[in-house]
């Protein structure tokens, strides 16, 4: 093998190593954080079952068939629920989630747990639906919030 063979060949080695070591730390770029459970939307409510939430996943994402965003719902402390549309209250992009807030990709806004903005430029609060529970399912209702 020739020096420029083995140089330029090393070089693509570095670069595929790299990539293979940066692009999952990159939000939206790795796999991802959070499995998406797909459901369906029956008169306004979504039901998931309870035996979804454990304590090492207390936070679930619900995306309803036909829909763009997906809703984080989470388990608390306090064995109560919430549930939040993960939309971006700036533009309408949908937000990727992380243990402790959900951020947006284009232009770097921020929202607590709660769906508080903690970093602009959005400026609302996200969508909060409200949430029942029985012995086994969550619902989610649409319509009221
Ligand atoms: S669309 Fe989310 S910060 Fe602009």
């Given at each position: 093998m020739e020096r420029?063979?083995?140089?330029?060949?090393?070089?693509?080695?570095?670069l595929m190593l790299t990539a293979g070591l940066i692009l999952p730390m990159l939000p939206g770029c790795g796999p991802a954080a959070y499995q998406v459970i797909h459901t369906?939307?029956?008169?306004?409510?979504?039901?998931?079952?309870l035996s979804s939430f454990t304590q090492q996943s207390p936070l679930q994402l619900v995306r309803p068939n036909g829909?763009?965003?997906?809703?984080?719902?989470?388990?608390?402390e306090d064995s109560?629920?919430?549930?939040?549309?993960?939309?971006?209250?700036?533009?309408?992009?949908q937000l990727?989630?992380?243990?402790?807030?959900?951020?947006c990709s284009l232009h770097g806004s921020a929202f607590n747990t709660e769906g508080?903005?903690?970093?602009?430029?959005?400026?609302k609060h996200l969508k909060q639906y409200t949430v029942s529970a029985d012995q086994t399912n969550l619902t989610i209702h649409l319509k009221a919030s």
């Amino acid at each position: 093998m020739e020096r420029r063979e083995f140089l330029k060949s090393s070089c693509n080695v570095c670069l595929m190593l790299t990539a293979g070591l940066i692009l999952p730390m990159l939000p939206g770029c790795g796999p991802a954080a959070y499995q998406v459970i797909h459901t369906e939307v029956r008169n306004d409510l979504i039901e998931i079952p309870l035996s979804s939430f454990t304590q090492q996943s207390p936070l679930q994402l619900v995306r309803p068939n036909g829909w763009l965003y997906a809703i984080a719902v989470r388990k608390k402390e306090d064995s109560t629920y919430s549930a939040l549309l993960l939309k971006c209250t700036h533009q309408d992009n949908q937000l990727t989630a992380s243990a402790n807030s959900f951020n947006c990709s284009l232009h770097g806004s921020a929202f607590n747990t709660e769906g508080a903005v903690t970093k602009g430029p959005a400026e609302k609060h996200l969508k909060q639906y409200t949430v029942s529970a029985d012995q086994t399912n969550l619902t989610i209702h649409l319509k009221a919030s």
